[in-house]
């Protein structure tokens, strides 16, 4: 093979791009692909610049200095904060309470019958039936289950509550399964084989094995509760959120400044705590 | 050599003890003050209206010309969340520039306040970004895909300075040795370095805005949501069943998708 010398080519080296055609070829596609998109979106960021929404814009923005301090309601503020809070706490605690059982009876650690070869038939049907009704439960968005839970139960915390018990429930189930079946399996098989019953293989070796994998996960899960279940507010299931909605439809600006302090500080405050539960409980 | 003895978690002075109480007190203090009355949700009464509700959700409207709006939705959803991710991406990038200390004498001033926002940005969810911006931007898809790419540009700006502050500092020296000035070590060493990681960690956020996309719209923000909430605000369960169909496959199909790739891509 022989070397072109560089002073021949057409193009100056220093200029050269041998990748030019893919980059020009991406852009190309990029901007066709992203081009109706812009037009469904209706991406007219002019809109902002328009003398009506630039007043009202204007004016709620400018409420937001000084945010609302009335000591009445910083008391009803701090009240709602709790009750986000004890909502993503009463919602985490359902859904481990559902994702346990589910769990036991889904995962394949504890398989009698596929210590021999395969699983038998019905345990494998059931253990895929049950892994179809996590999937069920956590495709739903919480936001969705809330809105069906309103309608059913009414207003209220009791629908936020059930909503990420449910939503939650299905990926506690989830990744409770890939974690105990990514572990290590030889005490467990061991145990299994050696004649254990199926729980106290369960509570003497997968429990141990995975206990600190599974409660930090659990504590991350509450962490997104808490942010979940201000947007669960929204839709009438009370808390924060229902509070900031309010608000907003009032365009009262100062009350918003302070609930979003309020809620930024609230999700720091939860990072912290989870930060700290999962140092202390490891 | 001590013995080491197993840890006594449940002693007064041990922090695992102190944690387990402090989580045991929060679930009763929530239980207690939250008054869930459960004994009535879970009374046959509302069970009765749940088997209805979800009665009325089996039978959807399959008429071609509702279907045809379903469709023409369910893609202004996945446009939302491609412009909201892709804005998300650039503005992410350019503000993990400065909240990144690229190398051991950067003096990054702005590391900190550029942090400090891009954790605002991050600790609002896209819901409440777009009830915010619904008074500026008005009702529609424009307010909901803002929302999400004010949303992840927290995110994804965040996990951009992580990367460049870890990527391996090869290139980068090799080319500051030689004084190529900052913008040019940045284009031509460390962004082809943490790029892989950009485009995994902007995919992935694009799976999770295709979900939010989905429910943006229950406050105004466009696509399938914004649907839901007008049908089931005039109690029309036939189009409601629809709407919640296309959301449960739009979602189902995205985790799929993601799963297949995934495995593609680790195989």
């Known amino acids: 093979m022989t070397t072109q010398p560089l002073d021949t080519l057409p193009i100056k080296p220093s200029l050269r791009d041998p990748a030019w055609i893919k980059r020009v070829f991406w852009t190309i596609v990029a901007a066709v692909i992203m081009w109706p998109a812009l037009v469904s979106t209706e991406f007219k960021p002019w809109v902002f610049f328009e003398s009506e929404n630039l007043k009202v814009t204007g004016n709620f923005l400018a409420e937001f200095f000084p945010p609302a301090l009335s000591p009445e309601f910083l008391h009803l503020i701090a009240k709602e904060a709790w009750r986000t809070v004890a909502i993503a706490t009463a919602g985490t605690f359902i859904a481990l309470l559902l994702a346990i ?47 069906v839970f309103v309608r059913v139960v009414g207003l209220g915390p009791a629908a936020g509550v059930l909503a990420i018990a449910l939503t939650y429930g299905g990926m506690l189930g989830k990744v ?34 995975n206990a600190t994998e599974l409660t930090s996960y659990t504590i991350y899960r509450w962490e997104c509760a808490i942010r979940a279940s201000t947007v669960l507010g929204f839709v009438g299931a009370g808390g924060l959120g229902q509070q900031m909605d309010n608000s907003m439809r009032m365009f009262n600006g100062s009350e918003v400044a302070t609930m979003l302090v309020v809620f930024i500080l609230l999700v720091g405050l939860a990072d912290m705590v989870s930060t700290w539960m999962r140092r202390v409980l490891r | 050599m001590s013995v080491s003895r197993p840890k006594h978690w449940l002693r007064w002075d041990s922090p695992v003890c102190w944690a387990l109480s402090a989580t045991a007190a929060l679930i009763v203090l929530s239980f207690w003050s939250l008054d869930l009355q459960l004994g009535r949700v879970l009374s046959f ?35 939302m969340s491609a412009v909201g991710t892709l804005l998300a991406a650039l503005f992410g990038l350019l503000l993990a520039v400065p909240a990144s200390r690229s190398h051991s004498s950067d003096p990054a001033r702005w590391r900190f306040l550029t942090r400090l926002l891009l954790n605002a940005l991050r600790s609002i969810p896209e819901l409440v970004w777009a009830a915010l911006l619904l008074i500026s931007a008005g009702l529609g898809p424009f307010a909901g895909t803002l929302a ?7 995110v994804l700006g965040r996990l951009f300075a992580e990367s460049i502050e870890n990527a391996p500092q090869d290139a980068a020296a090799a080319l500051r040795v030689q004084g190529v000035p900052e913008g040019r070590v940045f ?18 956020r694009w799976e999770n805005n295709i979900r939010a996309a989905a429910v943006l719209g229950v406050v ?28 449960i496959l739009l979602v189902v199909l995205v985790d799929a998708c ?10």
Do not use: C
């Open chain 2, 187 to 204: 284009l031509y060493a460390t962004l082809p370095t943490v790029s892989p990681q950009i485009m995994s960690y902007s995919l992935y």
């Open chain 1, 176 to 209: 409770y399964g890939e974690i105990l079946e990514s572990a290590d399996r030889q005490v467990s098989t061991t145990m299994l084989r050696n004649g254990a019953g199926r729980i106290q293989t369960f509570f003497y070796s997968v429990l141990p094995t």
């Open chain 2, 148 to 154: 999400l790419a004010l949303h992840t540009t927290g």
């Open chain 2, 258 to 267: 993601s799963y297949f790739v995934r495995r593609m891509l680790s195989r």
């Open chain 2, 220 to 247: 105004g923000g466009g696509g399938l949501g914004q649907m839901l909430s007008f049908h089931m605000g005039l109690f029309q369960m036939q189009e409601t069943s629809s709407v919640l169909i296309a959301m």
């Open chain 2, 45 to 79: 009464e509302s069970l009765a209206r749940m088997g209805k509700f979800l009665g009325e959700l089996l039978s959807p409207n399959v008429e071609a010309t509702f279907l045809k709006k379903l469709a023409l939705a369910s893609l202004e959803t996945l446009a």
């Open chain 1, 101 to 147: 059982p589910l769990t036991l009876l889904s995962t394949t650690v504890l398989s009698v019958s596929s210590l021999s070869g395969r699983m038998n038939k019905l345990p494998f049907v059931m253990r895929q039936l049950i892994r179809w009704l996590l999937i069920l439960m956590r495709s739903i968005p919480e936001l969705i289950w809330a809105l």
